[in-house]
């Protein structure tokens, strides 16, 4: 199944509400916009959580469920899932609402809804202590150690504070959060990079953008400038 098909899988009005081992995912709309007479594979629906501030950390699976098929022109409305939720480790987190699509041979995903409210666990008192004591243990080394003097601070000081390779912040983010249709529209990008896009994504930073075969700096600001607009 290519990307252009998976374009037409799509969910709208995206929401949850977690009751302790519970959560409630409510959607508006699951609709298939391919032509009448397709038949997607087997829907899945995940929330999934993504720890915020670490670049290219896989996603938790929080919920899942199955959907079934899903006729070409046909849509479902005011869908409600009441499903088992495993929270995730103590951090804080961002979740996403994944649609997924069986293509014989496993799940691709097909579009997503990123929720803008950090969801945050904090540590335990008994994790808190044993954390407080390493880090007093790392204080304890540093000052220790003996400082070695740099020959050219300002040189070093300035590497450290480089600039996306785009110059957009975040670029990577307009990426995952775009639609697949507008995606696959950006002018002057190879179809096929974009379509490497949509298959790849969501991306946890610009560095895991640029590692997609035939995107460079240049090419990943024109399409962050496209759908920035």
């Known amino acids: 199944m290519n990307a252009f098909n998976q374009a037409h899988l799509t969910i709208q ?8 081992d519970r959560v409630i ?7 298939n916009d391919r032509v009448e007479g397709n038949l ?3 829907l899945q629906l995940q929330l999934c959580a993504f720890q915020q501030g670490v670049g290219n950390a896989e996603a938790i699976v929080l919920a899942s469920t199955m959907i079934g098929e899903m006729k070409g022109q046909h849509f479902l409305s005011d869908c409600h899932y009441d499903l088992l ?4 480790p103590a951090g804080n987190w961002q979740l996403v609402l994944q649609l997924n699509e069986w293509n014989g041979v496993d799940y691709t995903l097909c579009d997503s809804a990123y929720f803008d409210a ?6 335990s008192a008994d994790y808190s202590a044993s954390a407080m004591k390493i880090k007093e243990l790392e204080g304890e080394k ?4 003996p400082k070695i003097a740099t020959e050219n601070p300002i040189v070093k000081k300035s590497k450290e504070v480089k600039k996306n390779a785009t110059g957009y912040a975040d670029g990577y983010l307009a990426i995952n959060k775009s639609k697949v249709d507008k995606l696959l529209k950006v002018k002057g990008v190879p179809k096929k990079v974009l379509e490497k ?3 790849e994504r969501p991306f946890r930073s610009e ?3 640029l590692n997609v075969k035939g995107v460079g700096p240049v090419m990943l600001g024109k399409i962050v400038a496209e759908l920035s607009r």
């Open 13 to 20: 009005g995206c929401g949850y509400r977690i009751e302790n």
């Open 25 to 31: 995912v409510t959607i508006q709309r699951i609709a």
């Open 40 to 42: 997607s594979g087997t």
């Open 85 to 88: 939720f495993q929270q995730p």
């Open 118 to 123: 950090p969801y945050q666990i904090e540590a």
């Open 142 to 145: 540093a000052a220790s150690t």
């Open 197 to 199: 896009l949509v298959a």
């Open 207 to 209: 560095k895991a953008v």
